[in-house]
T-cell receptor, first 118, second 107 residues
Framework: GAVVSQHPSRVICKSGTSVKIECRSLDFQATTMFWYRQFPKQSLMLMATSNEGSKATYEQGVEKDKFLINHASLTLSTLTVTSAHPEDSSFYIC??????????????FGPGTRLTVL | ELKVEQNPLFLSMQEGKNYTIYCNYSTTSDRLYWYRQDPGKSLESLFVLLSNGAVKQEGRLMASLDTKARLSTLHITAAVHDLSATYFCAVGGDMRFGAGTRLTVKP
């Protein structure tokens, strides 16, 4: 079945450093991928929609310069948290839709990346 | 802006009992999803509902969609402990999530 991978699964960094998270669709192509943030015991909040070959679409309140998104190919999107601070500590999850021949889509979620900023 | 409300947020039930989780949304949408999340894990897709009156069942879970009422339900039949998890609905192509329902099934 379709699989979406994320790397790394867990990262601990010092405040002020930048962290890159990769999201890959392993056996299908994804022109669109979604990035979410989830704080403990809360729901997923959509941060941005990553579009292959064009700029990402950010949700209101999400800083574009802080959360850099690059959709370099049809199977890879990256999220870079720049100058990370402790309040950026969270669980980051990506997803990618896979479309059936009937046009319906199933969202496949990556396993998530737990970011801890010290 | 699309708003998605789930209730209840917390649900504790005994094994063997039935219960329903509700998902209301504020604007018209052509699709609704249900997901399961276990602690510390990512999301597992349960159902995709695409049309008014759609009903899907998998094991002890059954999901339905009423687009006119902007309401989806996730019905749990004869709950078992393995169903303990957090359940989310999400609406629309850009996946607006509800707050989640934390389900605990007790023996």
């Amino acid at each position: 079945g379709a699989v979406v991978s994320q790397h790394p699964s867990r990262v601990i960094c010092k405040s002020g450093t930048s962290v890159k998270i990769e999201c890959r669709s392993l056996d299908f192509q994804a022109t669109t991928m979604f990035w979410y943030r989830q704080f403990p015991k809360q729901s997923l909040m959509l941060m941005a929609t990553s579009n292959e070959g064009s700029k990402a679409t950010y949700e209101q309140g999400v800083e574009k310069d802080k959360f850099l998104i690059n959709h370099a190919s049809l199977t890879l999107s990256t999220l870079t948290v720049t100058s990370a601070h402790p309040e950026d500590s969270s669980f980051y999850i990506c997803s990618a839709p896979r479309y059936s021949v009937w046009g319906t889509d199933t969202q496949y979620f990556g396993p998530g990346t737990r970011l801890t900023v010290l | 802006e699309l708003k998605v409300e789930q209730n209840p947020l917390f649900l504790s039930m005994q094994e063997g009992k039935n219960y329903t989780i509700y998902c209301n949304y504020s604007t018209t949408s052509d699709r609704l999803y249900w997901y399961r999340q276990d602690p510390g894990k990512s999301l597992e897709s349960l159902f995709v509902l695409l049309s008014n009156g759609a009903v899907k069942q998998e094991g002890r879970l059954m999901a339905s969609l009423d687009t006119k009422a902007r309401l989806s339900t996730l019905h749990i039949t004869a709950a078992v402990h393995d169903l303990s998890a957090t359940y989310f609905c999400a609406v629309g192509g850009d996946m607006r999530f509800g707050a989640g329902t934390r389900l605990t099934v007790k023996p």
